[in-house]
């Protein structure tokens, strides 16, 4: 197991924007707030990273659940980024 340094393949296929981040916080009275990861059924093509609570950073499974001011980090490719964006933004 190692790390992804600069020059690795993923970063510099990253790079090349065939992989994005995006992240969103989850707003008091959103839809996500409350449910699993697994309730949550994120979108085909993209997946749920990490989980940013407070100082805290989650690595999230199934079970974990989402809580309204959580930052959400989603893993998507650039074809898809905008299809995701709009749902984070309409579940967030």
Do not use: M, Y
Request: with cysteine.
């Amino acid at each position: 197991v190692g790390i992804l340094e600069a020059g690795s393949e993923f970063h510099e296929r990253s790079r090349r924007n065939e992989s994005v981040l995006l992240e969103e916080v989850l707003r008091f009275g959103g839809r996500l707030g409350g449910r699993s990861v697994r309730e949550a059924r994120f979108p085909a093509h993209s997946t749920l990273v990490t989980i940013r609570r407070a100082e805290s950073v989650i690595i999230p499974n199934g079970a974990t659940v989402l809580h309204p001011g959580d930052t959400v980090v989603v893993l998507t490719t650039r074809r898809n980024a905008d299809q995701v964006k709009r749902w984070l933004q309409e579940h967030c």
